[in-house]
């Protein structure tokens, strides 16, 4: 055995697109590494998933990873119209650094997933599909999206079932970071939220990362898989979202007659725990172009 | 009685003790006539007992006392202590943790360190692979590392930024406490101590056991090397085992060669663990991971937890330090005392 040269190893990174987020995550999505995207559902995960996936063809020079995606996901459909969409204006804003003329899309190689098992097939066939695509764009960034949906549902709340569940856990995260390790690659997941009720959820109520409470929406809420996936991923982000309400849109107050409410949704990215990275935030908005950081400058 | 380490028959043997000679060194300095009056042994016989005592006496002890131990490779409780006092030990570069670790982490122990994820196990494993470089003239081991990485949590550019400031931090002790810049130029540099770090990156259990295996011939060959950081100890063990028994006999054989590498060659051995739910009686208890034989094995345990918005570590098990829990945070620059300012050591 031989120990590694820490000298000649740089961890590679995709970026996500936006300068600013690169600069929250010290250059983006980290290879060799299990990131994982917490956030309830419309907050925004599968835009950066997308996003991602193309920015990986973008050569290593420009923050990419010359390299083409694979997307595994588990809730349907999966949004090839947003991904259209979404490369449209990558190709526009990218053109001279992308290497040929083709459609950005055909390099996000898509596969539906439906239960954990079948998670794990895939990945015991993912090993000799990443093997074959070095001859063109090698894979090096897997997403799923996501992760929770395949446990949610297939486990009774039994101590033995939960321990298998863990068990589970732990071989898909051990199988994905010997992925990630063998081709470089960098490997992206989402999960979902459940929500907190009482003031104090025992197991649940546990303060992971550092993240006192995390909320969305006005609810408080954990993610899910509780913590023994926590254990499993190298990085966590959260994205939050609310509902911000503008009380005066034309000059007068909501209940007067003919003011009307403005709302407006506040979006937020949170480093919860990362081995590189402090404790952070940004905020970030949506458009038809993709997902970007804003920088809130006071007034 | 160290009488029965003399090759003589047992009759002998028997009349020498119930004569009161129980110790070589009582046979030092008695003739032999007098011994063969004394124990009814004829003379011959006691000078031939006197030659293989005064032989024992010259060979076998290696010991300054003039108390010979029974059994080879034994030490007597005072040779012991002078051995233990005289150990360095690393600091974690929290005053406040060290305090309530004795000075740091010990030498020719194995440490287990565990928490929650995000709580900065890796980050202080980090910085104890770097704090053990410093060298002696900062008070330090001037030893080497070797990085166990079974998660892949490490990253090079934060190893790179902790080295950063701990060249920093002693480049100011300089200035401020020993003003004769000219002795003790620091010479190192952050890629220097990056390239004393020796990393492994381990996929599997079976990688695991073949590298704690193969430490004993690695150190033999790299004899600077003053701690081993294995992050995590736990996790390749945390899946399916269709023979549990088999998985509490490969780590209790693993933390047996890992505690045997630490006394063998003076080195800290440093676990980092995870943390899981203990289902008793109803509820959930949280707990380090890997079950309750492994909990035996490690000689000191540390927990780190979140009380409130700051990180704190408890002594959970230690044989020699009262349990006490101190704050500490992650800075940019590693681990560092809490900013708090009511942080006080809570001795429990």
Redesign the interface.
């Known amino acids: 055995m031989i120990s590694q040269n820490l000298l000649q190893s740089t961890t590679q990174k995709c970026t996500t697109g936006c300068p600013i987020l690169d600069r929250l995550l010290r250059g983006g999505i980290p290879c060799d590494s299990i990131t994982e995207i917490v956030a309830e559902s419309g907050s925004g995960k599968t835009q950066i998933c997308l996003q991602l996936s193309l920015h990986a063809q973008l050569p290593v020079s420009h923050g990419g990873l010359s390299a083409s995606a694979l997307y595994l996901h588990t809730e349907f459909p999966f949004p090839f119209r947003r991904l259209h969409q979404l490369s449209l204006s990558f190709r526009s804003s990218n053109a001279r650094h992308l290497p040929c003329n083709d459609n950005p899309c055909d390099r996000v190689y898509v596969q539906s997933v439906h239960s954990a098992d079948e998670l794990l097939e895939i990945m015991s066939k993912t090993e000799s599909f990443i093997e074959s695509s070095k001859t063109q764009l090698p894979v090096r960034l897997i997403v799923i999206d996501s992760i929770a949906a395949l446990f949610r549902s297939e486990f009774d709340n039994t101590p033995v079932e939960l321990k298998r569940r863990s068990s589970l856990f732990f071989k898909i995260s051990s199988m994905l970071k010997a992925l990630a390790r063998r081709f470089n690659l960098a490997v992206l997941l989402t999960n979902q939220v459940v929500d907190m009720v009482g003031p104090n959820e025992g197991i649940n109520g546990l303060r992971i990362g550092n993240l006192g409470c995390l909320y969305t929406s006005g609810r408080r809420v954990c993610p899910a898989l509780g913590l023994a996936w926590a254990n499993c991923v190298n990085s966590r982000l959260f994205l939050s979202r609310h509902e911000e309400v503008n009380r005066e849109e034309n000059g007068k107050l909501i209940g007067e007659s003919g003011g009307f409410v403005c709302k407006q949704t506040r979006r937020k990215l949170y480093v919860v725990f990362a081995p590189h990275l402090p404790e952070s935030s940004c905020e970030f908005v949506i458009t038809r172009e993709g997902l970007f950081g804003v920088e809130i400058t006071a007034c | 009685m160290e009488i029965w380490r003399l090759p003589i028959s047992a009759s002998q043997r028997g009349k020498l003790i119930s004569a009161g000679y129980t110790t070589l060194s009582s046979l030092s300095s008695i003739s032999s006539s007098d011994l063969a009056r004394e124990s009814k042994v004829s003379e011959s016989e006691a000078l031939d007992i006197l030659k293989f005592a005064s032989h024992s006496h010259s060979g076998g002890s290696e010991m300054s006392s003039g108390n010979c131990s029974i059994f080879e490779g034994a030490q007597n409780a005072w040779d012991m202590l002078h051995e233990e006092e005289s150990l360095v030990h690393i600091t974690t570069s929290s005053a406040d943790l060290d305090n309530i670790l004795g000075g740091g982490i010990h030498c020719k122990e194995v440490t287990e360190i565990g928490g ?3 709580i900065g196990k ?2 202080l494993g980090i910085q104890i692979a770097v704090n053990v470089q410093i060298p002696h003239g900062f008070g330090g081991l001037g030893g080497k590392a ?1 990085y166990i990485d079974t ?9 790179l930024q902790i080295a950063e400031a701990c060249i920093g931090d002693m480049s100011e002790y300089n200035r401020f406490i020993r003003k004769d810049f000219q002795a003790c130029e620091i010479r190192m540099q952050p ?1 220097d101590i ?2 004393n ?5 381990i ?2 259990y079976t990688e695991q056991i ?2 704690i295996n ?1 430490l004993d011939k ?1 150190i033999s060959e790299h004899k600077d090397v003053k701690v081993v950081v294995v992050d995590s100890v736990t ?2 063990f ?3 085992f269709d023979d549990m028994a088999l998985r509490t006999r490969v780590l209790s054989g693993m933390a047996l060669k890992l505690m045997k590498l630490a006394k063998k060659f003076s080195l800290a051995v440093v676990l980092l663990n ?4 203990k ?1 008793t009686e109803g ?2 208890q ?1 707990a380090l991971a890997l079950g309750d034989s492994w909990s035996h094995t490690c000689t000191n345990r540390i927990v780190l937890y ?1 009380n ?2 700051e990180r704190y570590a408890y002594i959970d098990k230690s044989p020699s330090l009262r349990s006490a829990s101190a704050a500490y945070s992650v800075t ?1 620059r590693g681990i560092r005392n809490s900013s708090s300012s009511c942080k006080r050591i809570r001795m429990m």
Request: charged share 15%.
């Open positions: 929650v994820p995000g890796t980050q070797i998660e892949g949590s490490f990253m090079v550019e934060r190893a890629k990056l390239g770090i020796f990393y492994f990156r996929c599997s073949a590298l193969y690695f996790f390749h945390r899946q399916d995870q943390v899981t739910t289902h509820s959930f949280l979140w409130g918005n940019p």
